[in-house]
């Protein structure tokens, strides 16, 4: 499984499959700057230093352009590492937490 | 005055589907009419066509309607535009599906605002003979059962606030202000009837929508509707908690393309006689979340 390595605090998690970046670090027990978690708002854009993400779902122009693309950033809630990527998360740090990830599909109710 | 309340919503959507889910499914709403690429949802206790429209392709506000009281006050209110100095032109009915002629009216802000009076009447799922106090066949998810208000940004917000008074009628009900003066305004709530607010608008970019709520009946719906977003993973801003401003009860939280919405409860109730409330900026994280005094600087800049 691809290694998502966030700088500068050089947190080195996991990336499942077809979780994105945000989601990997939750799973791992990190928060990263982020808001909406969507892809509506922008606040978790980031530079993608290494690496190729993927994006299984449709952006918003708007919220992440093709300029600010080949400029090298990337919207993390929304992106799938490919393989091993580098992020910068700038002045923001990441912050410790405890996640619940979504809850797997309940099994069917046993039959009497 | 002759402005009723917030009619509709229309927003854009990155994922269509999803959307809908979301929207049908968890907030509840019923599915009323299809487009190849909209859908147009009604609340459970709302009379008229629809009031949240999703159209497929980016985020953020597409334009939103105010339901006025006759066909004859759209003519006062296009003058009353007119004299503000911003600019509106007549739209037809079919224009919107369900909605009738109307005004539309670019904001000082640069957001389309419409205005209507006629709108294809749909009825409420409990009807109006008897009724029960809610659909005994009928609810999904949350069941929100009416559109409530929007919240939207601005460059100039004093401007914005003389224009729905001067123009549309509105009242400020609270207001956010920057330094001494009371005219460095941050923000403003404001109403057309005697709700808390029917609008309400922050300091920011033009053109963007904040949040546009749906009213629930109390503290207890509240919390229930925070175990449906738990139940399906809708991602919060924060809430439950209460607002300073307004009094509401609160819970913030994102649609699936990263628009955001509210569940709002209470508020007091306001008219023509109401005076204005005063925020100052040392106190706004409280007006914000009156529980937590304290509120991410994102709160206030993430918009679509």
Known sequence: MPIITVHPAAVRVVAPPGRTIVESLRLAGWRSRYACRRGGCGTCKAPLLRGRVTYEQPLAESVLTAAERSA??????????????????GEHSLRPILASSPCPPRPPFPEE | ??????????????????????????????????????????????????SVVLEEGG?????????VTGADSLADLE????????????????????????LRVTLPSEHTLELYADVEYLGT????????????????GIGVPRINHALITAEDPAQLERFFELALGFRPAERLVGGDEPDDLVGSWMFCGENPHDIAFVKGPNGKLHHFA????????????????????VPIDFGPTRHGITRGGTIYFFDPSGNR??????GYRTGPDFRPITWTMDQAARGVNYTHREIDQEFLSVVT
């Open chain 2, 125 to 140: 799922k409990v009807g109006k003979l008897n009724p029960d106090p809610w659909p005994r066949d009928g609810i999904r």
């Open chain 1, 72 to 89: 090298g950033l990337c919207l993390p809630c929304r992106a799938v590492p490919v393989d091993d990527i580098v992020i910068a998360q």
């Open chain 2, 214 to 233: 749906h009213q629930i009946d109390d503290w207890s719906a509240l919390l229930r509707a925070g175990d449906v977003m738990s139940m399906d993973d």
């Open chain 2, 79 to 102: 003058n009353r535009v007119a004299a503000f100095g911003a600019t509106s032109v007549r739209m037809s009915k079919g224009d919107n599906v369900g909605i009738g002629d109307g």
């Open chain 2, 1 to 50: 005055m002759s402005v009723i309340r917030l009619g509709y919503v229309h927003i854009r959507v990155t994922d269509l589907a999803r959307a809908r889910a979301h929207y049908a499914d968890t907030l509840g709403m019923d599915v009323v009419a299809e487009e190849a690429n909209r859908v147009y949802l009604k609340s459970w206790d709302e009379d008229d066509h629809h």
């Open chain 2, 261 to 266: 919405n509210e569940v709002f409860s209470g």
């Open chain 2, 59 to 67: 985020v953020g506000l597409v334009k939103f309607g105010y339901k």
